[in-house]
């Protein structure tokens, strides 16, 4: 018989290739059916709001935009404005770093030794957040599983680790770095497929060497390398069956030689968004966050005249109306590349399904503070657009100052994963935040 050292031995490229095929039923993703693909995208922009300029003053479905949210208009009737929600979280660390720690978590930050501002020093949040909590749940079941599960997209987040540039979280003590280089997140989407016709050829040679082998092994053996066989068969035809439907799934082209560098924070914008919704047409995740830059962040948005950093200006006092007019082009800027990201996801075809990616993604928009020069935590400006969640759009909602914990137990609800409580719990007792289906 056949020693198990000499049957490896024997196999020899052919066992060393074996385990790593068999992560490459991730290439087979797009062709996985499925009742519906709900997605998630949760977008971020710094240092609050110009609140006169942003909230509606009607309730209901009958509401005028301000100029801040004027660019999503077109989509206003797929869109919802959550005035009153709170990030009631207290504990160490300054609002910029508990409103961006605490943002998706909900829960405290650690003690640490991150100074900021004038308050006590923080560490890292003490839970995970909520996209990661729905990518888990989506993960755990073969019909919404995807080869990322998530991905975190970034514009010019600082390379610093510290509480004020990190919103995602794998669990307590464990942020999630941000992609900021399009061409690395490019890397990470498509590196494989570049390999694809390289491991088809190689599949031949394992398939070629299993038969060989198969004639000087046991009958017990036979059995073994016949299930490994079987296996490479089915892998092949994946591949090959991935190829033949790339039609509609093709790379996205980046232009070369884009700099990570501030003035070139929109056109890096763009070049994410753009990766962003093709990730979602090939299925390589259904939850994702795009962070642009970050709590306390500082761009400078000369594209729209403006030279001072967004932080700087953020403290402005109210009365200063010229700092509140360069702010509120700031916010509507930012608004303007959440409406590039509707409309991208509004004209791609939903694959394999009916209407558009936007007809099953739910963008959510959010902040770390209300307004920057008063640092309150209080009506964060979230904003939501798309049907992927299938709440009752189209409308302004104002809630009585509730904690957004309940807004993100929402969130989970929307896929089916019922939490009664997320982050800490103390601000969950009145379940999830109604009013929204």
């Known amino acids: 018989?056949?020693?198990?050292?000499?049957?490896?031995?024997?196999?020899?490229?052919?066992?060393?290739?074996?385990?790593?095929?068999?992560?490459?039923?991730?290439?087979?993703?797009?062709?996985?059916?499925?009742?519906?693909?709900?997605?998630?995208?949760?977008?971020?922009?710094?240092?609050?709001?110009?609140?006169?300029?942003?909230?509606?003053?009607?309730?209901?479905?009958?509401?005028?935009?301000?100029?801040?949210?004027?660019?999503?208009?077109?989509?206003?009737?797929?869109?919802?404005?959550?005035?009153?929600?709170?990030?009631?979280?207290?504990?160490?660390?300054?609002?910029?770093?508990?409103?961006?720690?605490?943002?998706?978590?909900?829960?405290?930050?650690?003690?640490?030794?991150?100074?900021?501002?004038?308050?006590?020093?923080?560490?890292?949040?003490?839970?995970?957040?909520?996209?990661?909590?729905?990518?888990?749940?989506?993960?755990?079941?073969?019909?919404?599983?995807?080869?990322?599960?998530?991905?975190?997209?970034?514009?010019?987040?600082?390379?610093?680790?510290?509480?004020?540039?990190?919103?995602?979280?794998?669990?307590?003590?464990?942020p999630v770095t941000p992609i900021d280089d399009p061409y690395q997140m490019f890397r990470k989407l498509y590196g494989q497929e570049a390999q694809r016709e390289n491991l088809i050829s190689i599949l031949d040679d394992v398939e070629r060497d299993l038969k060989r082998l198969s004639q000087t092994v046991s009958s017990d053996d036979r059995q073994l390398l016949e299930e490994h066989a079987s296996f490479v068969r089915n892998m092949e035809q994946q591949l090959q069956n991935s190829r033949s439907q790339d039609v509609g799934h093709a790379m996205p082209e980046l232009e070369p030689g884009v700099k990570e560098e501030n003035d070139n924070i929109p056109q890096i914008t763009r070049m994410q968004i753009d990766l962003l919704v093709n990730s979602f047409v090939n299925d390589f995740a259904r939850v994702s966050t795009l962070q642009i830059t970050n709590s306390v962040g500082q761009p400078k948005m000369k594209w729209l005249g403006i030279d001072e950093g967004h932080h700087e200006l953020s403290h402005e006092a109210d009365e200063n109306k010229e700092a509140q007019e360069k702010l509120t082009k700031i916010n509507t800027w930012y608004s303007e590349q959440l409406a590039y990201l509707t409309q991208r996801l509004a004209e791609t075809p939903e694959p394999g399904g009916d209407g558009s990616l936007l007809d099953n993604t739910l963008i959510v928009w959010g902040n770390e503070l209300g307004q920057g020069n008063s640092h309150t935590l209080d009506n964060?400006?979230?904003?939501?657009?798309?049907?992927?969640?299938?709440?009752?759009?189209?409308?302004?909602?104002?809630?009585?100052?509730?904690?957004?914990?309940?807004?993100?137990?929402?969130?989970?609800?929307?896929f089916g994963n019922h939490l009664e409580t997320f982050g800490n719990p103390a601000y969950c007792s009145e379940g999830v935040l109604t009013g929204l289906t």
């Not at 759009?393 to 137990?409: A, E, Q, T």
């Open 1 to 174: 018989m056949t020693s198990r050292r000499e049957f490896l031995k024997k196999l020899g490229l052919s066992a060393g290739l074996l385990p790593f095929m068999s992560n490459l039923q991730t290439f087979a993703s797009p062709l996985r059916k499925s009742a519906r693909k709900q997605r998630l995208v949760i977008m971020f922009s710094p240092n609050g709001t110009v609140p006169w300029n942003f909230w509606p003053e009607q309730e209901g479905d009958q509401f005028q935009l301000g100029s801040i949210l004027a660019p999503l208009q077109p989509w206003q009737d797929r869109m919802m404005v959550l005035h009153g929600v709170c990030d009631k979280v207290r504990g160490d660390g300054d609002n910029h770093m508990r409103g961006m720690g605490c943002l998706l978590t909900g829960i405290e930050l650690y003690p640490g030794n991150i100074q900021g501002g004038s308050d006590t020093p923080a560490g890292w949040a003490s839970g995970l957040s909520i996209d990661q909590e729905i990518r888990n749940f989506l993960q755990s079941k073969e019909e919404t599983r995807t080869r990322f599960g998530s991905l975190e997209f970034g514009v010019m987040v600082p390379d610093r680790a510290d509480t004020w540039t990190r919103m995602s979280y794998l669990g307590p003590n464990k």
């Open 380 to 414: 964060i400006p979230f904003v939501m657009v798309g049907n992927g969640l299938d709440f009752h759009m189209g409308r302004s909602m104002k809630f009585p100052k509730v904690p957004h914990n309940r807004l993100l137990i929402a969130l989970a609800h929307g």
